[in-house]
């Protein structure tokens, strides 16, 4: 059977924390964000360690998807070619949508995970948000915390 691997970007597989500016209520100040999401910036993001897994399950032969709230431009997908992190899909925010991530995140999940081919796969869901994984818990098979997996840098190998 074949498996689904969603993963999140920010936080989750990639270190863009320099780009992130956090307002007076501690919370990311999107308008400086969209500002600093320059080719130049995002071309200056790090990996974080399950980059490492991605890149082994993409490699045996897993469908691989990257799940956003990122207005995702050329320089994001470059960035990931450039170090082997090629999904078979890239969900990710449109410019005018301002819906709540874990919002943004279950629609478009459980739309795709909708299709014939991909209703009786196992999926497993990554990211760094509590209230993102909440929303997806329903339709995975595992939903894991990024933090804890980047900084204990284990996976459960039978994922995959």
Sequence with gaps: MKKIFIFDLDDTVIDSSHRATIDDNYQLDLDA???????????????????????EVIA??????VCTARNMQQADHDFLAFHRLTPNIVLSRQDEDNRADHILK???????????????CEV??????????????????????????????LVNEEWA
């Design 33 to 55: 964000w969209k500002k600093d999401s320059t080719r130049e910036n995002i071309l200056k993001d790090s990996l974080l360690p399950l980059a490492d897994f991605m890149r």
């Design 106 to 120: 279950k629609k478009m999940i459980s739309k795709l995970l909708n299709l014939k081919p991909f209703k009786n």
């Design 60 to 65: 045996k032969g897993h469908y691989v998807w």
């Design 124 to 153: 497993y869901f990554f990211d760094d948000k509590a209230s993102n994984r909440d929303a997806i818990e329903p339709l995975a098979t595992e939903v894991v915390d990024a933090w804890e997996c980047n900084s204990s840098r």
